[in-house]
């Protein structure tokens, strides 16, 4: 009972940047803006708990490059993804901080799961075994994200790829510490668990009015459990960008000759 206590609050302590965010986005429909649109309130607020995190060290440069790159890659997402031509999901509400139909907030949203990733890397002390085929899993990465593009005018191939993540990462097993004991489980069920959760989070975003999809402009419906397969995909491009910077460059720095 005891280690299951410290559990919730290491979690809690991994996902702050996402916790945080998710508290302004419920304050925000709660509190006088002062003029500041909601979603531009949402942004400058991120952008300063980014930089509290950074500067009281809780946050690397390295790890802020790394999350940064996972907002970008969000950003053109969403710029796809909401195009009218497209139109997987939309932004109701007016912003300044926008670029075509996506508020800058949005990215925040990729970022805080990369930042989720990498605090639980440090906090639970993880060590991934068996995973010895980086340069592949980047190449696994890139046809994951390029799908998310080409899902809308050539076959989804996600049937494809979801299996291919299980047999490609079926021997990699990623240690964690609690407390005091290790344990263990396989790397593909915390692709799967970390992915329902955000599922969970992102029909409570839905509701508070952070996006939506065609089919809550009107009323809000539950999301479609078929997002989680989306989200389980995008995971694994985190756990990617994070990885190079928490095991693969680490290794790479411990096998370099010294100058």
């Not at 304050?27 to 930089?51: C, E, K, M, W």
């Amino acid at each position: 009972m005891k280690e299951f206590f410290v559990f919730g609050l290491k979690e809690a302590q991994a996902a702050l940047f996402a916790g945080s965010f998710f508290t302004l986005l419920f304050l925000s429909n709660h509190i006088p803006l002062f003029g500041i649109t909601r979603y531009d309130f949402l942004f400058v607020t991120a952008v300063l708990i980014q930089l509290v995190l950074y500067l009281t060290g809780l946050e690397t440069k390295d790890e802020v490059k790394v999350i940064f790159l996972f907002h970008i890659i969000g950003l053109i997402l969403e710029l796809y993804k909401t195009h009218p031509a497209v139109g997987s999901w939309s932004y109701p509400e007016p912003a300044f901080f926008k670029i075509s139909t996506v508020p800058l907030y949005s990215g925040f949203m990729y970022a805080a799961i990369g930042s989720y990733i990498s605090q639980a890397w440090k906090i639970f002390k993880l060590e991934v075994t068996n995973y010895n085929h980086y340069i592949w899993s980047v190449v696994l990465c890139i046809l994951i994200y390029l799908n998310f593009f080409t899902n809308h005018f050539l076959p989804d191939i996600r049937l494809i790829l979801i299996p291919a993540v299980f047999i490609f990462f079926r021997k990699v097993d990623v240690y964690f510490t609690v407390t005091k004991k290790r344990r263990m489980m396989p790397l593909t069920l915390s692709f799967i668990l970390i992915a329902f959760f955000i599922w969970i989070a992102e029909n409570i975003s839905t509701f508070w009015g952070a996006w939506q999809y065609p089919d809550q402009v009107h009323v809000w419906n539950v999301v479609s459990t078929q997002k989680i397969t989306s989200w389980f995909l995008m995971v694994i491009i985190s756990f990617i960008l994070v990885a190079y910077l928490k095991h693969f460059k680490k290794d790479v720095l411990k096998i370099a000759p010294s100058e």
